[in-house]
């Protein structure tokens, strides 16, 4: 017999090693018939329905798989499938009421009836290959021609698990047959050059990973824990997940594997560092079994305080946990496939049955769990005390199917309806000729596609005329009447996977189903948060939902209101390594710890965040300033002595008022000059210093009020001369009265000097003033400016001197011709007491050295207003000491006592 197996292989180096494992297989099975032997093979029975297209199934009935020991004495027992579970069976129904669903549609596939040939896997990889190949080559073709004729095997829908879907992809792939698993999440399968057939209707875990890694910062929890099953896979899914939480910022406080066979004491240590982390969230990447004794030794421990975000793999089935573990499970959140409504699967869930459904291989396993009943005559009759009774078959499930159906989660059982619609689209593209180009199989048709759809159906005429000989590995030739047209069609198998690749279709809630390049449908999860009433009852609601179709800020949508936590919690509970920093502080790391773990410290001066979790502070604009909190920057103020404040007020005021009682006093002086008292002593001098004194007063004006260009030109110049003035005028008052008093003697020098020493005095000294400043004016003037360095809250408007060795030399001539004075001054203290004016000038000398000596120590440590301010109050000291000791005494006699102010007075005091 020759078998020959035509496979479309692009890339004979890559196929090759795959090829020779068929090619031995059919060595070995030529060998057998021509030595009249082969190896006796264990039979898998299947659920089965014909059709002239016909898609096989192979996914998970039972959890497990049971090969007795084996002694080789005798022949060994055929492996039993155990433990049955619904919601897997489930899964197939969806895919037998898809079909049916499809082929009661006479607008898509019309004139072809679909079948199914469903195996169960039982989570063994050998029976899931077994299975394949029964379905690539049934048990006739090894003793006549292959069943892939009629009826035409369009591909396999399956498995739901990852370990089993690789080993069907890798029988598959050479021979180009397509394969839509519904439930395997391993990122590898999306590699086209292992499994270049292989497509799914889930996304792969990488997704996963960013999904709950993008729902972790949607929250806000920075700082979760991990646990994953032990195993190769477990361990680098955690590893993963850790490196995606890690990329969103956030970080993993323990990253710990868990199994369900492990010690006592090793689960003891799991739950230590769950229980002493203070991650608030756990994530639990395993399934369910897994996690279940630390949820027990947790229960028992009456513990609480964990939030837990599960995993696609991790399944809550009320009847595995105790009803303390079920209440630790309470408020947790986490993923869970995108379905939709199905609205009459429960209705036809509702309608199946062991005498209706007699080819249902597995509706009896099923009929046994659902009514506790058993398959045997010799069964005990029905009682109601709970017994195990005989399965009569024709129980009513009634409202038992929501609850045994689980119907509120129909994540998997929508993936796999889902698939098998994929093929029916894809088959109905390539019997009509539709471009797989053209992702449009919703343009087909007058009414619906699927019920739900209504658009036109476009026919188009295939030139192609296919052979009868088995080699050409077509479906079939034929041609029936469509619409009115005559259609003759026939494809190879392995177009159905480039029409696959091509397929588009919305679900009834308009999501597109397309696969990617990768063979994935786009991925959509929906977010579910357990909620545990208080009459024990429980259920999923959604809550969110994650598309990876939408950008990155808004693939995240919560609806937090909704959502239930640990009974712990009121609120949103914050799982995080520190709290976070608010505006005004920034983040500092602590050494030996995750980037999660830091300190929250003030921004430096002059800095602020506005953002909570800053890393760095921003510092101000120079003309701005932090705000008490360090979180905004206001406009600094500007700082200058002004007229509006008190201080800008009293000083501009006593300038003013002493100005006027000089101006009172030179006015008594002028009109009182004919008297001793004025004349005494050159009264000539007198006016001099009286009209500096009130330039003295009046230039205070000019450190008040907001600085200007002109005024810091002359305020300083103004000072230092009329002071160099009224300085000078009191050394040539001096010198006057010693020369009065040495020209009484005989022989004297003075007698060939006269009076007239005390104008060239009076002319020289301010001269050398004036020089000064004209230098200092011409070659670095003063100038306004604003100070925004020495206060940092205060921009102060300030006159910038130009160069301090100017202005300190003004000062210093100032306090030469001062101490000149002073001095010339003491030494005509004691002259006779008609000419007392020499105490006088020696008191006001003293005075005004002492203030300005005192200025300079203030005028150092000041700045801002506060320098301005000691500058006036020194000017207005200094000259009122003058003024007053100097003229008070005069002015207190003219006005009264005149019978002083006479010349016999004045005579007989001599």
Request: proline letters at 4%.
């Amino acid at each position: 017999m020759s078998l020959v197996v035509h496979c479309h292989v692009s890339d004979l180096q890559m196929m090759i090693s795959k090829i020779l494992v068929f090619l031995a297989l059919i060595v070995v099975v030529q060998e057998s018939a021509q030595n009249r032997c082969h190896l006796e093979k264990e039979s898998i029975k299947s659920f089965s329905s014909r059709g002239d297209i016909v898609l096989g199934v192979i996914t998970l009935i039972h959890s497990t798989i049971n090969q007795k020991y084996e002694t080789f004495s005798e022949k060994p027992e055929a492996a039993t499938c155990e433990d049955f579970l619904i919601r897997y069976y489930r899964d197939v129904l969806a895919v037998v009421f898809a079909i049916e669903e499809i082929n009661a549609n006479v607008h898509l596939l019309p004139n072809f009836t679909l079948g199914f040939n469903i195996f169960d896997s039982c989570v063994s990889e050998a029976r899931a290959l077994q299975a394949a190949l029964m379905l690539l080559w049934p048990e006739s073709s090894y003793e006549s021609s292959p069943r892939w004729k009629a009826p035409f095997l369009a591909g396999i829908v399956g498995d739901s698990m990852s370990t089993l879907s690789i080993p069907i992809a890798r029988i598959l792939g050479p021979c180009h047959y397509p394969q839509i698993s519904f439930g395997a999440f391993d990122p590898d399968l999306g590699d086209r050059h292992q499994f270049p057939t292989f497509l799914r209707t889930v996304p792969n875990e990488n997704i996963q990973n960013k999904a709950i890694s993008q729902l972790l910062k949607h929250l806000g929890w920075t700082w979760v824990g991990i646990l994953t099953r032990d195993d190769d896979l477990g361990a680098l899914d955690g590893q993963n997940l850790k490196e995606e939480i890690s990329r969103n910022q956030g970080c993993v406080a323990f990253l710990e594997k868990i199994h369900y066979r492990y010690s006592m004491e090793r689960i003891r240590k799991i739950y230590d560092i769950v229980m002493n982390s203070t991650a608030i969230a756990v994530v639990v990447y395993s399934e369910e079994m897994h996690v279940k004794p630390l949820l027990d030794m947790m229960a028992e421990a009456r513990t609480k305080g964990k939030i837990w975000i599960y995993t696609l793999s991790f399944t809550f089935i009320p009847v595995m946990f105790s009803e303390g573990t079920s209440k630790l499970l309470n408020g947790s959140i986490g993923l869970v496939l995108h379905s939709e409504p199905l609205p009459q699967f429960d209705g036809y869930l509702r309608n199946i049955n062991p005498n209706k459904n007699p080819e249902d291989i597995y509706i009896k396993d099923f009929w046994k769990v659902a009514f506790n009943c058993i398959w045997s005559s010799n069964a005990p009759p029905a009682n109601d005390t709970g017994d195990v009774v005989n399965c009569g078959g024709d129980e009513d499930l009634g409202d038992k199917v929501e609850l045994l159906f689980e119907l509120g989660d129909l994540s998997y059982t929508f993936q796999a309806y889902i698939a098998v619609y994929a093929f029916a689209y894809a088959l109905h593209n390539l019997l009509y000729c539709v471009s797989p180009a053209q992702r449009s199989a919703t343009t087909c048709g007058e009414e619906a596609l699927l019920p739900w759809q209504a658009d036109t159906l476009e026919i188009y005429d295939c030139d192609a005329t296919f052979s009868e000989d088995l080699n050409t590995q077509s479906f079939i030739t034929d041609s029936w009447k469509y619409g009115g047209r005559n259609v003759t069609t026939g494809f190879y198998f392995f177009q159905v996977y480039r029409y696959l690749m091509g397929v588009s279709f919305t679900t009834r809630s308009g999501d597109e189903i397309f696969f990617n390049d990768i063979g994935e449908v786009p991925a959509t999860f929906d977010i579910m948060n357990l909620q545990i009433l208080s009459n024990k009852e429980y259920r999923l609601v959604k809550v969110g939902r994650y598309d990876s179709r939408a950008a990155t800020s808004e693939q995240i949508s919560l609806d937090i209101g909704t959502v239930i936590w640990n009974q712990e919690y009121k609120e949103v509970p914050h799982s995080v390594c520190s709290e976070s920093c608010k505006p005004g502080k920034r983040k500092v790391s602590v050494q030996g710890l995750p980037i999660c773990c830091f300190q929250c410290v003030p921004c430096s001066l002059g800095e602020i965040s506005n953002e909570t979790d800053a890393a760095v502070c921003m510092k101000c604009p120079e003309d701005m300033w932090p705000n008490e909190k360090q979180d905004i920057c206001l406009m600094k103020v500007v700082q200058f002595l002004s007229y509006e404040e008190m201080m800008g007020v009293s000083l501009s005021a006593a300038s003013i008022t002493f100005s006027i009682k000089t101006l009172t006093i030179l006015c008594i002086f002028r009109k009182f000059s004919e008297t001793p008292v004025v004349k005494a002593n050159n009264r000539s001098l007198s006016y001099v210093i009286l009209v500096g004194l009130i330039v003295c007063f009046l230039s205070a004006l000019f450190f008040i009020g907001y600085p200007s260009g002109v005024i810091c030109l002359l305020r300083q110049v103004v000072f230092g001369v009329s002071f160099s003035v009224v300085v000078s005028g009191m050394l040539a008052k001096t010198i006057t009265v010693i020369l009065i008093f040495q020209s009484t003697k005989s022989n004297a020098i003075s007698k060939h000097f006269d009076s007239r020493i005390s104008h060239v005095v009076m002319f020289i000294c301010p001269l050398f003033q004036v020089g000064i400043c004209i230098v200092w004016l011409g070659t670095v003037p003063p100038y306004a400016e604003l100070n925004m360095t020495s206060k940092p809250d205060t921009i102060i408007a300030q006159c910038n001197e130009g160069s301090n060795l100017f202005f300190y030399c003004m000062l210093g001539y100032m306090g030469l011709l001062a101490t000149v004075s002073f001095i010339v001054a003491f030494l005509s203290r004691k002259l006779p007491d008609s000419f007392s004016e020499g105490q006088y000038i020696t008191f006001s000398m003293f005075v005004f050295l002492s203030v300005w000596i005192c200025f300079i120590p203030a005028y150092l440590s000041a700045e801002g207003k506060d320098l301005v301010t000691v500058e006036v109050f020194a000017i207005m000291a200094s000259s009122a000491g003058l003024l007053g000791c100097l003229f008070f005494p005069k002015c207190y006699i003219i006005l009264f006592r005149p019978e002083m102010n006479t010349k016999q007075y004045v005579r007989g005091k001599q």
